[in-house]
């Protein structure tokens, strides 16, 4: 536990004097344990310099509503000493009229500049971007950039790059790492010393994920956005960590058959909660409502072979858990781009088999489990149990394939309507697959059955 954490309860002067001192980190992960009211209270009694650090932390859950309850010439200054990006987040969870009175209080170009990002989808590269970088003229030489970067290196957002920008167009003409550049002579011009190949950049419009991707790719710690040939910003690597991390709880929530959370899970009000989840599980459960309908269709057969009924829940879960593992499998794809909308015919073809030997698989341990139990005296299935243990092999592996197949192309689906392919939840699928799996199941038990038990 750290010292902030330690004096919880003591005076604010207390807390000042460790918000001055603790690690910025420790700092923001107490603040997030504090009502807003109280956090409010001891950031007053901090120095600015090191409100600005605070602020700055994407990690501080409740800053726009902290925000709105400083002073508003006081929220201005904080947002105008902030870097560009995080104080555009900042800027964006704001209501009216707290986000037009703290614009007001912001000079013309940083009021220009934050509007301009805000101007951007929410996704984006452009939105993420931060416009604090270094940027050079091509005839400087690798000693005055160096110099040039000792003035303002506080007030940039990363070093760990040098792009050479027309002064004029403000066209990219190359980028290098601070490493090359202090490798260089101090006489050697920068763009002698930089790499004589085209940047890696992106475009304002491009997705959050292609930006993650890119960067992964070419091992860079920030990548430039393009428009028109012009520099507009860059996105660093710590924001696109942030950003992804969002990503990713969206769609493990999704997955999971819910919506999003877009505030942390403890501070989700009750409520909230509830509308969450609750919507989704409404529709699941009327889809589940159609197992009773097929059941009801069936209710003859199942009155006549009421063994049927014992395998019913090993049917569904079967199929179900296939049909889950295959969409966990090509979401993740998907999202990678290890296959595209295009290679559905390609997933399918390699699912289909797959289906095959991993339904035959548990169709053999479904028979083995019936001839096991009739010989061992476990339970008598009756004179028919061979057909019966014929059903479930037979069952098992259409559905075990009907699941990996379903399963598979359901997000292909969903992406090619315009949704994203994480909808196709865990839950979602082994429903759909259930309903149909008993429809399998029966009629398979109606052609193998038939002239004996039904």
């Not at 010439?73 to 969870?93: F, I, N, Q, T």
């Not at 059941?295 to 009924?309: D, P, R, S």
Request: net charge negative; charged share 20%.
């Amino acid at each position: 536990m750290n010292e902030f954490a330690r004096v919880a309860g003591s005076d604010a002067l207390a807390f000042a004097r460790i918000l001055a001192n603790d690690h910025i980190a420790d700092i923001v992960e107490a603040l997030n344990g504090e009502p807003h009211d109280v956090a409010a209270e001891l950031l007053a009694e901090v120095p600015f310099e090191r409100l600005v650090e605070i602020f700055d932390k994407p990690e501080l859950e409740a800053a726009p509503e902290l925000v709105t309850m400083l002073p508003r010439a006081r929220a201005g200054k904080l947002l105008a000493a902030m870097s560009v990006d995080r104080a555009a987040d900042v800027l964006r969870e704001l209501a009216e009229p707290a986000r037009s009175e703290v614009l007001g209080e912001l000079s013309p170009a940083v009021r220009a500049t934050l509007l301009s990002i805000l101007g951007y989808p929410e996704h984006s590269a452009a939105s993420i971007m931060t416009t604090e970088y270094v940027s050079v003229p091509p005839d400087w030489t690798v000693g005055r950039t160096l110099d040039y970067i000792r003035k303002v290196e506080r007030t940039r957002e990363t070093i760990y790059a040098i792009y050479i920008v027309d002064p004029r167009t403000q066209e990219l003409l190359r980028a290098l790492s601070l490493r090359r550049l202090i490798t260089g002579n101090s006489d050697d011009r920068i763009l002698d010393v930089a790499p004589d190949r085209t940047p890696v950049s992106a475009t304002p419009l491009t997705d959050r994920e292609d930006v993650a991707r890119q960067m992964s790719k070419y091992d860079l710690l920030a990548l430039p956005v393009i428009e028109n040939g012009r520099m507009l910003g860059i996105v660093t690597v710590d924001d696109i960590m942030d950003a992804m991390i969002e990503e990713t709880t969206e769609d493990v929530h999704r997955f999971g058959g819910m919506e999003a959370l877009d505030v942390p899970y403890m501070k989700m009000g009750f409520l909230p909660m509830i509308g969450k989840r609750g919507g989704w599980l409404c529709a699941l459960f009327l889809s589940e409502m159609l197992t009773a309908s097929v059941m009801q269709h069936y209710e003859v057969e199942l009155e006549k072979a009421i063994v049927l009924t014992l395998f019913i829940p090993l049917i569904m879960s079967s199929g179900g858990n296939s049909g889950s593992q295959a969409t966990s499998l090509v979401i993740r794809a998907l999202a990678l781009r290890e296959i595209s909308l295009a290679d559905w015919w390609r997933v399918a073809l390699r699912e289909l088999p797959s289906g095959l030997m991993l339904g035959t698989m548990l169709g053999l341990v479904g028979v083995a489990r019936i001839t096991l139990w009739q010989h061992l005296d476990l339970y008598d299935y009756g004179p028919h149990w061979h057909l019966i243990a014929a059903t479930i092999g037979v069952a098992l592996i259409g559905i075990v394939t009907f699941g990996s197949l379903t399963g598979s192309m359901l997000p292909f689906a969903l992406k090619r309507l315009g949704f994203d392919p994480a909808s196709a939840s865990a839950p979602f699928v082994a429903t759909l697959v259930d309903v149909t799996g008993l429809a399998i199941y029966f009629s398979v038990a109606l052609v193998i059955l038939r002239g004996t038990l039904l």
